[in-house]
């Protein structure tokens, strides 16, 4: 009891910390919301004047009270789930904004962690169990070898050799232009066509840390002195690998599955980026680039609480993986 105290404590203090560098990071970044507007109009030709500035702060709710005001404002705003306007989707609240985009995200970066790690974990498994052998060597180089590709890279050239060049998946996108989002076979199935390049990339370029990293478990676990004791009685070799040693070896990488599946929720940057793909990168990506205080503030409020949800759930389910921990 004390133990999950003491992680709930740490748990509201984090997520305190969080909040407030949420409000005060984007404020510190050069520039402005209305700046990043007032540029766009200059570069088509329009003439920027007071009157225009001000027409463009009042249309995009810039505040101008003092930063305590707008840090009370902002506190009370998250209690009751109010995020305000964004100033590069107008039209949209910016709840309304990321619950467009997050089911995407949550589809694509989801199912593809899970593969990864199920993958992964398997071959890291079989080649630390035949460490020294072909079997061993040629996992490794493999992991190694795709390892070293960054995803964006790897990205574009299953984009230009098998879209571009080829034309067997689709350029860009999450669904086709025109299709309407649904539940419909047709369009899951227009969606599966246009997240098989991005899902292959993002599963390639995380399969080596899974693999590497049980492999190197698997190896710390076989010379304990239970797995000897094992052998000694004359065990079969895959009952001693998969309940024994495989069992202890992977509650490392649980820990550190827990923490993918938190991070989750914030997408990945560059590989949306490279397929135009309709998730939480993307969005990140454009409120960046707008200066979009509202909706940046909103989204990273949601990655790192997603984060601290899932170290706190792992770190809870380790005591049952674990005992030790206790201590």
């Known amino acids: 009891m004390r133990y999950v105290l003491r992680k709930a404590g740490l748990f509201v203090l984090t997520l305190w910390a969080a909040i407030t560098l949420n409000f005060v990071l984007p404020r510190l970044m050069p520039g402005s919301p209305v700046d990043a507007a007032l540029g766009k109009l200059a570069a088509a030709g329009v003439p920027i004047t007071n009157a225009e500035r001000n027409a463009i702060e009042i249309q ?48 694509l970066v989801g199912v593809t962690t899970i593969l990864a790690f199920v993958i992964g974990t398997l071959l890291g498994v079989y080649a630390g169990w035949r460490r020294g052998q072909p079997a061993d060597s040629s996992i490794t180089v493999g992991a190694t070898f795709f390892g070293a590709f960054p995803p964006f890279w790897l990205g574009l050239l299953l984009l230009y050799f098998l879209s571009f060049k080829l034309g067997w998946f689709p350029i860009k996108g999450g669904y086709s232009p025109g299709a309407s989002p649904n539940l419909s076979l047709s369009f899951l199935g227009d969606a599966l066509e246009h997240s098989v390049l991005p899902a292959a990339t993002l599963v390639v370029t995380t399969l080596s840390g899974w693999v590497f990293g049980m492999r190197n478990n698997m190896i710390n676990t076989l010379g304990e002195d239970y797995v000897t004791f094992a052998e000694a009685n004359g065990l079969r070799g895959r009952t001693i690998a998969l309940l024994y040693a495989a069992r202890n070896a992977l509650l490392p990488n649980v820990t550190a599955f827990g923490l993918s599946l938190g991070a989750v929720v914030g997408g990945a940057v560059l590989v949306e980026g490279v397929f ?27 990655i790192t609480l997603s984060m601290l949800v899932a170290i706190f759930v792992v770190d809870l389910l380790y005591v049952r993986l674990d005992p030790r921990v206790r201590r």
């Not at 995009?60 to 009751?80: F, K, M, T, W």
């Not at 990168?281 to 409020?301: C, E, K, R, S």
Request: charge should be neutral; proline fraction near 7%.
């Open 276 to 302: 135009s793909y309709p998730g939480i990168g993307g969005l990140l990506f454009t409120a960046v680039i707008n200066h979009d205080y509202p909706l940046m503030q909103a989204l990273f409020l949601v």
């Open 60 to 107: 995009l709710g810039v505040p101008h009270a003092g930063l305590v005001s707008q840090y009370g404002d902002y506190l009370r705003n998250i209690v009751l789930l109010r995020f305000g306007t964004s100033y590069s989707f107008p039209t949209e609240t910016v709840a309304g904004t990321i619950g467009r985009a997050l089911p995407w995200t949550l589809v």
